[in-house]
Structures are given as C-alpha cells and as structure tokens.
C-alpha cells in the first residue's frame, strides 16, 4: 500500500490487528497498533474491543485496563477522527460513544481478574455516561455478585 502512495486509514489497521489477534500473534497486533499510533490514528471502538479483548484472552488484565483507560476519554469516527465523550455527548451523536459491548468486555475482564471493586465502577461510568445496559450486562453483574458472595 505504502509503495503505491496509498495510506491506511483506521479500518485498515484494525482489521490487521484483528488478524493478527485472531491468529495468536499478539506481538504483531501489538506492532500495528503502535505503527497506526505513530501515523496519528487513534483506535476506534471496534479496534478497542478487539485490543481489549487480546488482552482479556491472555489474562494480561493490567494491560487491558490500561488500554481502555488510555483510549476510553475519546472515541473515534470513521475517518479516524478524535472525539471528546464529551462532545459526542453534547453533540447527540451518540454513535461516536463507546458501546456497551466495549464496557461488558471490560466489566467481564475486570471481574475475571477478581476486581470487582473495578468492575462495579465501570458499571457505574456506563450508567453515568448514559449507555444502556444489556442482558449480557447483567449476567456479568449478577455473576460478580456471586463472586463477591462467595
């Protein structure tokens, strides 16, 4: 791509990273989500959840935290195109927000690490910042619960 003159845009990289998770080379997910860092792109929602999910499967819990909170205060549009929550939030365009699947991956991630206390304050900032919460949701709330009981 780079040698026809052509440059990737935040699709590209993502479906990459995707590819490269999906195929247990997190290293290599890992190198393209910092060239698409280094080109100035963000990650969009999709690509957060996928990192996130990396990060989930290989029980690195720290780094998926860390990751969400570095790129959770902006989300991305589809040209790559940083957006302040808050100003998708004044905005109305509620389709530049994380998503819930992004928040119940992160609750899930969170509660399997043990963190509950984490967990039940993601939940929270999901509630503040208005995002609605699922079935799934609730089966991770109501399986923390049960942790948390003991």
């Not at 100003?87 to 994380?98: I, P, T």
Request: aromatic share 14%; with cysteine; charged share 25%.
């Amino acid at each position: 791509m780079w040698k026809r003159g052509i440059k990737p845009i935040n699709s590209t990289y993502g479906t990459l990273i995707d590819v490269y998770c999906k195929g247990g080379f997190r290293d290599l997910a890992i190198k393209w989500l910092e060239l698409m860092n280094k080109s100035g792109m963000e990650p969009d929602e999709v690509t957060m959840g996928i990192v996130v999910q990396m990060y989930k499967k290989a029980w690195d819990f720290k780094r998926a935290e860390e990751f969400f909170k570095k790129w959770s205060n902006s989300v991305v549009d589809e040209r790559g195109s940083a957006i302040v929550w808050s100003e998708a939030h004044v905005s109305g365009d509620f389709s530049k927000c994380l998503s819930t699947y992004t928040y119940n991956t992160l609750i899930d991630t969170y509660g399997k690490a043990g963190k509950l206390q984490e967990a039940s304050e993601t939940f929270e900032r999901m509630l503040q910042k208005g995002i609605l919460p699922t079935t799934v949701t609730f089966y991770f709330d109501t399986h923390l619960e049960i942790m948390a009981a003991g």
